[in-house]
């Protein structure tokens, strides 16, 4: 009988050691390697494959051949559909993170509702709550008349075994993965090895029934999934449930979906009776906006399929210290620093005595770089103590060497800026045919040097 072989498995990232080590080699973390029989069960080594069955022969087949859509169960919650890419997908493993209290539970709580008032057969497991919580959500959400079935389970085998008794349900929701511990692991529930086995056995389910399988993870402090990696890799699609405490609405951000756009987004607002749909949220993060105030500038941003308009603030003060301060909310702050240095190298705008503050209002991230020209002149505005236009728009990419560069999308950004009432945009020279309207009367600087004279110009003309 061939001799188990023994490893060691980092049960902060999932990393795979010959020996034990006081730290690991891959992420750095101290005391987290555990020890791991490969004898068989997860991670079994060759020895196991011996009884394995011979392979059959599967058909190959063309590249060109009919395409058919992957079957959809709609929730009926605009915003959810949007950023699963038109409903959950039948035989599909979706994973859902965010924050604690970010209101994962209660979006699926309402989804849940939803899809059981269609006649969906919908079950929903809980590992952390008992039944009596979830009942309490559901009549304070006002759905507790759904016909959604609950139950409290952390076992794997056991939680397969209910959901397999009668009719195949249509969704089942499992909150959380963490929670989950399978007999085919000896290891304690939250680690590596019980998170992958029992991500496993869940997705062997839902391939196996045609079940979509919503699977809940928790965060670590750096805003992502906890556990290993290799669970994002295994399920079709992972959203990211995002928000700021100190603000109502809540972002769900699509990072992977194998049936659907990446990089979408659906928009809600959390108030007393759950999460509402927010339809226009670019109308939200405009809505306390201060039109006279220096130092503000519309980005017209892309999300997904979505335009999102955003206000981009800066504030510009004489700074004390000799090392200036560079704080940023909601944008890359190495990008910030690119766009200092671009201004003071090829604009003679000068920085280096004055601390610089940027913050993108309501909370809202942004990732793309169009937002560039946006920062460059919510900068100069604040730095000069004049306003920028009420009624424009900024977008565009800015380089190294001081050009404006174009990026992508831009009819569908100036659409949503003219759906929203304003009239001019600051933009960079587009191949695209982009029509009249807004782009009829928009300034296309080809250096960043052309916008700071403009904004100069608008000062020296008051």
């Known amino acids: 009988m061939a001799k188990s072989r023994i490893q060691f498995i980092c049960q902060n990232c999932g990393t795979v050691h010959t020996r034990w080590a006081g730290k690991c080699d891959s992420c750095g973390a101290w005391n987290t390697l555990v020890e791991e029989g490969t004898a068989g069960g997860i991670g079994s080594g060759p020895q196991a494959l011996k009884s394995a069955r011979k392979g059959r022969v599967v058909a190959l087949t063309s ?14 919650i605009a915003e959810l559909d949007r950023a699963t890419g038109g409903g959950f997908v039948r035989g599909s493993a979706l994973l859902v993170g965010g924050d604690p209290g970010i209101g994962k539970s209660t979006l699926l709580t309402q989804a849940a509702a939803a899809l059981a008032g269609k006649g969906n057969r919908v079950i929903y497991v809980s590992g952390e709550e008992a039944v009596a919580q979830i009942r309490l959500r559901a009549q304070r959400l006002g759905v507790a008349a759904s016909a959604v079935e609950l139950a409290a389970e952390t076992n794997v085998e056991d939680i397969l075994a209910t959901i397999g008794e009668g009719r195949r349900p249509d969704l089942v929701i499992l909150d959380s993965i963490q929670t989950l511990w399978t007999d085919l692991a000896d290891s304690a529930p939250g680690t590596v090895t019980q998170v992958r086995a029992a991500a496993q056995a869940m997705i062997r389910y839902a391939k196996s029934t045609g079940c979509a399988v919503v699977l809940v993870g928790h965060v670590t402090k750096d805003g992502q999934i906890a556990g290993p990696r290799v669970v994002e890799h295994m399920v079709d699609a992972v959203l990211y449930f995002e928000g700021e405490g100190g603000h109502h609405y809540r972002i769900l951000r699509t990072v992977k979906n194998r049936f659907g756009p ?10 007393d009776r759950g999460l509402a749909e927010v339809a226009n949220p670019s109308a939200l993060f405009l809505s306390e906006r201060s039109e006279k105030a220096p130092g503000a500038a519309v980005f017209a941003g892309i999300e997904g399929t979505r335009p999102v308009l955003v206000e981009i603030q800066a504030l510009v003060a004489p700074s004390p210290l000799g090392t200036p301060r560079r704080a940023v909310v909601g944008w890359d702050s190495a990008r910030l620093s690119m766009v200092l240095a671009v201004l003071e190298a090829h604009c003679g705008v000068r920085f280096s005595q004055h601390d610089v503050y940027l913050n993108v209002a309501g909370g809202y991230r942004i990732s793309e770089p169009a937002a560039d020209l946006a920062v460059a002149a919510a900068l100069v505005s604040s730095l000069t103590g004049l306003a920028l236009p009420a009624d424009c728009v900024y977008f565009g990419e800015i380089s190294l060497s001081g050009a404006v560069r174009a990026v992508a999308h831009a009819q569908q950004r100036l659409k949503e800026a003219e759906k929203l009432g304003f009239g001019k945009a600051v933009m960079p020279a587009s191949s695209e045919d982009l029509g009249g309207g807004i782009a009829a009367g928009s300034f296309q600087p080809e250096t960043l040097a052309d916008l700071v004279a403009r904004i100069a110009a608008g000062r020296k003309r008051d």
């Open 63 to 76: 590249l060109d051949g009919e395409i058919e859509d992957a079957p959809r169960i709609a929730s009926g």
């Open 262 to 271: 990446t990089d979408e987004i659906g928009v809600f607002a959390m108030g």
